[in-house]
């Protein structure tokens, strides 16, 4: 199936689930791309704009929660059809909007349909995956989210060009329908329902019981729990939507290039992103196996990945030369992507049994950057005219999100009410010999 067949239904079930990243990706940063046209065809001003964006914010930071404790009560196969089929169909909306408020109700309806997607594919990867491969599985997957970010400015402004740009919203949700229809297909909740899973897959996945027990969500436990991570998510993803909403727009304006080498541009600081997502993942894995310390694995990429993109993002505050700003911006979003893989393998390492809800959590903060962030950062560019000063910001949440994320410590996991009270404190991993 997809030439995938000579592949273990695990790495199956694992592109599959990357593909997902991939397109839900494209579905929200292509505005990004299309927006100086749509700007021009609609009458939009920079705040209605940032309005636009953020309208698929605020659904989405809270179906993160909703639509996490609906993966774990539902599962993930039935959630994902359900919120898929509502993702795509708010992408085809989007080609046939007339104007600001038409435009918000879109935006709108895509956020519902993506909040639960990734949380409850966060579920999903619990059921599936080893314990040691989750960084790489949460840095793989969110390396196709990064990649979409890449590939949607070429893409976008291609199919401008060559149709429109409301005929770009209808092919994109149209794909976005297949993969809903691939996914129902093949995954299955339960990776011993499959039929093409191994025994000895199954030797080294979780326990039945988190693949398919259904247990009542401690909320304010595990929402207490759970606070350190969601805030430090919310300075990872300050930064994020200043990249992923503006990056296109601040090349063209802040340059004055065309659509093209703007979109080149936005594609080449999108891809190192790609790269980041990828080494975060396999690099904190590595160091689990190695020392077998969750905290070690997981806090100190984290760290380094705030602070590094603080030292990339300074300079684009006082150099104007466009090759110096694309490769610190490159350089910035490398670093602030190292952040993804671990932080997201968090509530794994913290909740198993409650993923979906936890990252669901986590991802709030996240989602609640996204209703601030590009209001605010359209509204100084209407005020000021200036497209580098949304950077400024960013750089206090970078430095306060290292600080925050000291204080995660995915080391202690979350113990039910229901389970004894002498489970271990704390955990790890059986220490590797170097390699």
Known sequence: ????????????????????????????????????????????????????????????????????????????RLTLLICGAIWSAATVMIGFVEGAMSLVAARFLLGIGEGSAFPTATRALSNWMAADRRGFAQGITHAFARFGNAVTPPIIAFLIVA????????????????????????????????????????????????ASERKAVPWRRLLRRMMPVTLTDFCYGWTLWLFLNWIPSYFLHQYNLDIKKSAIFASGVFFAGVVGDTVGGIVSDRILRRTGSVSKARVSVIVVGFLGAFLFMLPVLFVTDLVTI?????????????????????????????????????NFGFGLAGMIS??????????????????????????????????????????????????????????KPAE
């Open 1 to 76: 199936m997809l030439g995938l067949s000579r592949f273990k239904a695990t790495d199956r079930v694992l592109f599959i689930i990357c593909l997902m990243y991939l397109v839900t990706y494209i579905d929200r940063v292509n505005i990004g791309t299309a927006a100086p046209a749509m700007q021009k065809e609609l009458g939009l001003t920079n705040t209605e704009l940032g309005l636009a964006f953020s309208a698929f914010a605020y659904p989405y930071a809270f179906f993160q929660i909703a639509g996490g404790w609906l993966g774990d009560r539902l599962g993930p």
């Open 326 to 362: 694309a490769l610190c911006l490159s350089g910035a979003f490398f670093f602030a992507e190292l952040i993804v893989a671990p932080i997201w393998a968090v509530p794994m390492d913290i909740a198993p049994q409650h993923a979906g809800t936890a990252s669901g959590f986590m």
């Open 374 to 431: 590009p209001v605010v950062f359209g509204a100084i560019i209407d005020a000021t005219g200036r497209w580098d000063l949304p950077f400024a910001a960013s750089l206090g949440l970078l430095l306060l999100g290292a600080v925050l994320a000291l204080r995660m410590r995915p080391d202690e996991p979350f113990v039910d009410d229901v389970e004894t009270a002498g489970a271990p404190a704390t955990r790890t991993l059986p220490v």
């Open 163 to 210: 149709l429109s740009w409301r005929d770009s919203f209808i092919i994109i949700g149209l794909i976005s329908f297949a993969w809903v229809a691939l996914w129902w297909f093949y995954f299955r909740d339960d990776p011993r329902d499959h039929k093409h899973i191994t025994q000895a897959e199954l030797d080294v996945l979780p326990a039945r019981r988190i």
